[in-house]
Structure formats: C-alpha cells, structure tokens
C-alpha cells in the first residue's frame, strides 16, 4: 500500500477515475435498493450516479491528452488514508438513514482528496479540473443533500418517513413484542403454579427461570425459521429470532426475579405487581405501534395473562 505522497501527477488522475467509477455505481446500486421503498430518494442517487460519471469522463478525457489512453489501475484500498466503507448496498433491505450518512461521508472524503491532489499537481489544465470538481464538492455539504432540494419534497420526506416507521415496526416491534407477549404470558402458569405447590421462594425462582429461558430459545429459533425476510421485508431472519428470544426470556424473568426475596408472600405480591406492569407495557406497544385502541389492547391482554395467571394459582393449589 503506497501513501498519497508518493503518487505522481498519472496516478492521482487514474485514482480520480477510479474513486468516480466506484461511487457512480455505489450511488446506482443506492438508486436501485431504494426504488420501491424511497423512490424520491432513489431518484436522488440515480442522478448523483450521472454526475459521478460525467466527472470520471471528464478525468478521462484530461487522462488522454496528457498521458495517453492506458489507464493504470489505482484504487483507493490501494492507498493509504482512504476510509474503508462498509458495503451496505448490499444489504436488503436498504436503511435511508444509513445510505445517506455514508453519501455525506463519501463526498466529504472526495472533496478533501480533490483538494489534497491540487497541492500535488502543476500542469494548468489538471489543476483546474481538480479545482473545478474540488469546488463543487465544497459548494455544499453532500451532494446528497443539494439534489434533494430538487426532488424531497415535504410530501415525499413525510412519504419515506411513513414508510421507515413501516419497516421498524415489521423488523423490529413485531418480533418484540410478540416475544414479550409470549414470555410474559406462557411463563405465569408454571412459575405460580411453582409458587402455590411448593411455597419455595428458590424452588419457584428456578422453575420461572427455567420457563424463561426455554421460551426463549423455542421462540426466537422457530421467529428466525419462520421466512428469510425476502419476501416479506421482515429482514434479516436471524435478526429477528435474536430480538424475538431476548424479548421472550425479559418477559417471563421479569415476574422471576422477586422470588429472590425469601418471604413467600412478599415475594408473590411484587411479581403479581411487575405482571400488571408487564401486561399494561404490551397493551401500550400494541396501541402505540400496531394501530389498536388502548382499552380494547388492555382488555385482550389483561383477560388472557389474567387466565392464564389463574390456571396456574389452580393448578399449584390442588
């Protein structure tokens, strides 16, 4: 790897050439991940894509004149000071907020190379196409952000937004808060039917910790097989089984823990509180995000962890 330095007049516009070829199809592969989703934004990339090429045309043009038609093959992973960025175009699917922070990051990099490459260069014309370009990155933050005055409207921000909080609901709040739901609710049976047979503050802790961490691993392995995600844009199923499992083990060792303290009753009424505490936050998600009234959410909630609470009060008395 050789520094910036060291790199002749030749190599420095072969670089440019390259580091425009390379973001030209970064910007068109951003274009075509968002089309569905984002289309305003994917309009965005695909003209900041034409730009990128207009200026690798006009690098190699310069290119020929001076030094002749081959092009040596510089890049910047070839270079040192180059930041490596992460190849989130690949990525299905695509997060805009992570698209246009690495934009911003990209252009920025750009515009300090063009104005590290001018203090390396002599020949008038080579300087003023590196000024020219150098200047239209410093002209504005990103070029992100100066073709969206154009096409992100207030509308279509608001559009994209929608759908944004669409996709962290599907990927995110659905897989937890079913994960919650279940261990919340499926481990009350065991756990208090533990408690009222044995009257063992110890012996029911490890029997909930047991249903927990159980319910756990079955629901975020069977979250993480149910589909890949490809189809229905519920991501990364391995993902999802990870926030499915830990939701689902919160849920049920949440009302566990009490049965730390030694006092039987003591302990019993502090889990009892912490289930009504569980069981108004999954009413809560379930109206803040999943479009449901909050007394109709508390009802179907309340009614089922209340039976399933008093199947296992009955089944540990008998």
Do not use: C
């Not at 690098?59 to 040596?72: E, S, W």
């Not at 104005?115 to 992100?144: M, N, P």
């Not at 802790?205 to 229905?232: N, Y």
């Amino acid at each position: 790897m050789r520094t910036f330095a060291e790199l002749t007049e030749k190599e420095i516009l072969a670089l440019a050439i390259s580091l425009e070829e390379e973001h030209g199809r970064i910007y068109d592969e951003y274009a075509h991940a968002l089309a569905d989703n984002f289309p305003a934004s994917a309009k965005v990339f695909k003209e900041m894509a034409e730009e990128e090429d207009e200026h690798r045309r006009w690098l190699i043009d310069l290119f020929r004149q001076k030094f002749g038609d081959h092009i040596p093959l510089i890049r910047s992973q070839d270079v040192k000071g180059f930041v490596r960025h992460q190849p989130i175009w690949l990525v299905r699917p695509l997060g805009i907020d992570k698209v246009r922070a690495q934009v911003e990051a990209i252009e920025y990099e750009t515009r300090r190379f063009y104005e590290r490459a001018l203090e390396r260069t002599s020949d008038a014309s080579v300087r003023k196409l590196l000024g020219d370009l150098a200047a239209a990155e410093r002209d504005h933050i990103s070029l992100a952000q100066q073709l969206g005055e154009t096409h992100l409207t207030a509308d279509a921000r608001a559009q994209e937004a929608e759908t944004a909080r669409r996709m962290f609901v599907l990927q995110v709040v659905q897989p937890g808060l079913a994960g919650l739901m279940d261990g919340s609710v499926s481990t009350l049976a065991p756990l208090f039917a533990a408690a009222f047979a044995t009257q063992n503050t110890w012996e029911t802790f490890l029997v909930g910790m047991a249903a927990s961490v159980g319910a756990g691993i079955s629901m975020g392995f069977a979250e993480a097989l149910s589909d890949d995600g490809s189809m229905t844009g519920r991501g990364r199923p391995w993902i999802r089984g990870t926030i499915t499992g830990i939701m689902t083990t919160l849920g049920g060792v949440g009302h566990t823990l009490p049965y730390l303290i030694q006092d039987f009753w003591s302990a019993t009424t502090l889990a009892i509180a912490i289930v009504l505490v569980e069981l108004w936050a999954i009413a809560w998600i379930r109206a803040r995000y999943m479009d449901t009234k909050f007394l109709q959410a508390a009802f179907e909630v309340v009614v089922g962890g209340l039976i399933v609470f008093a199947a296992g009060v009955l089944i540990g008395s008998a």
